[in-house]
């Protein structure tokens, strides 16, 4: 059972790490929150998310509730990940490895709970119109975007962007250069650059209808998210199979807390012609 035990705590911390580098609404979001997650239904507190106001002083000083501040967010998305494997040591040693199965359970849950925090967009403060984009435009629209977030007082080092492959591209043949970011372990394969004086992302987990694709824009303070990944389990032998296996469970839950500091970008591609 030791052995068990032991292997589930690594996948576990696999799967943990890999998120921590690759999953954006970590990146993105306010994940300070306050309190437990044991399952599916509970829920917990982002407290002090409104700015403390400013009064003129007249001998007499009021102090504001931290409380009405607060906001409760519920933890209700539940997603589950399960795999056969041949044996205990055949998957002890395919840990760490790039393509390992625990690796590729933690990017599938990552691109859930990615597509799941872009879903959002519709509860954004401003919609900017459609536009279809080009390497000659594709600079405009990111200054757009940016100068609405400034006058509500989001600072430059303090903005992200979320642009699809199509974006990055013709903001790269504009002369802007993407890197790697690795993330706090290393491990991370997001593009990324902050050549503008805001953080932008690339992502394929933008929502999308038809040919349309709904870029966001926000602080770092706009959305609120929590999550927590509850029991990973080795099972030695499925019922009716020689197989071994492991499933494990993630439930989480976001939610726009800022919306005034959140623009939702429908983009389309217009071609790479300079």
Same mark, same amino acid.
């Given at each position: 059972?030791?052995?068990?035990?032991?292997?589930?705590?690594?996948?576990?911390? +696999?799967?943990?790490?890999?998120?921590?580098?690759?999953?954006?609404?970590?990146?993105?979001?306010?994940? %300070?929150?306050? $309190?437990?997650?044991?399952?599916?239904?509970?829920?917990?507190?982002?407290? $002090?998310?409104?700015? &403390?106001?400013?009064? =003129? !002083?007249?001998?007499?000083? /009021? !102090? +504001?509730?931290? %409380?009405?501040?607060?906001?409760?967010?519920?933890? =209700?998305?539940?997603?589950?990940?399960?795999?056969?494997?041949?044996?205990?040591?055949?998957?002890?040693?395919?840990?760490?490895?790039?393509?390992?199965?625990?690796?590729?359970?933690?990017?599938?849950?990552?691109?859930?709970? =990615?597509?799941?925090?872009?879903?959002?967009?519709?509860?954004? $403060?401003?919609?900017? &119109? @459609?536009?279809?984009? /080009?390497?000659?435009?594709?600079?405009?629209?990111?200054? +757009?975007?940016?100068?609405?977030?400034?006058?509500?007082?989001?600072?430059?080092?303090?903005?992200?962007?979320?642009?699809? &492959?199509?974006?990055?591209?013709?903001?790269?043949?504009?002369?802007?250069?993407?890197?790697?970011?690795?993330?706090?372990?290393?491990?991370?394969?997001?593009?990324? /650059?902050? +050549?503008?004086?805001?953080?932008?992302?690339? %992502?394929?987990?933008?929502?999308?209808?038809?040919?349309?694709?709904?870029?966001?824009?926000?602080? #770092?303070?706009?959305?609120? #998210?929590?999550?927590?990944?509850?029991?990973?389990?080795?099972?030695?032998?499925?019922?009716?199979?020689?197989?071994? @296996?492991?499933?494990?469970?993630?439930?989480?839950? @976001?939610?726009?807390?800022?919306?005034?500091?959140?623009?939702?970008?429908?983009?389309?591609?217009?071609?790479? @012609?300079?």
């Amino acid at each position: 059972m030791s052995n068990y035990n032991s292997i589930e705590k690594v996948i576990s911390a +696999e799967i943990m790490r890999t998120n921590e580098d690759n999953l954006l609404a970590n990146r993105i979001c306010n994940t %300070s929150f306050v $309190g437990d997650i044991k399952n599916r239904g509970d829920s917990v507190v982002f407290v $002090g998310l409104n700015d &403390p106001e400013v009064y =003129d !002083y007249n001998g007499t000083v /009021t !102090y +504001e509730d931290v %409380s009405d501040t607060a906001v409760t967010l519920e933890i =209700d998305q539940d997603k589950a990940f399960s795999f056969k494997v041949a044996d205990l040591d055949a998957l002890r040693s395919s840990l760490g490895l790039k393509d390992s199965q625990a690796k590729r359970a933690s990017y599938n849950l990552k691109k859930e709970v =990615d597509a799941y925090v872009f879903s959002l967009h519709g509860d954004s $403060g401003l919609t900017l &119109p @459609a536009k279809e984009v /080009t390497p000659a435009n594709v600079l405009q629209l990111i200054g +757009e975007a940016k100068e609405h977030l400034e006058k509500q007082n989001v600072q430059d080092g303090r903005i992200w962007i979320v642009v699809p &492959p199509f974006i990055k591209t013709k903001l790269m043949l504009a002369g802007i250069k993407f890197q790697i970011n690795n993330g706090v372990n290393g491990s991370g394969t997001i593009g990324f /650059t902050d +050549e503008l004086g805001c953080d932008i992302f690339v %992502s394929n987990q933008l929502e999308m209808r038809d040919d349309t694709v709904y870029m966001m824009a926000g602080s #770092y303070s706009a959305i609120a #998210y929590a999550e927590q990944l509850l029991d990973v389990q080795y099972i030695d032998r499925l019922e009716n199979s020689f197989d071994s @296996a492991v499933r494990g469970r993630i439930v989480f839950g @976001a939610m726009v807390v800022k919306p005034q500091e959140l623009v939702t970008i429908p983009v389309t591609d217009g071609g790479n @012609a300079i």
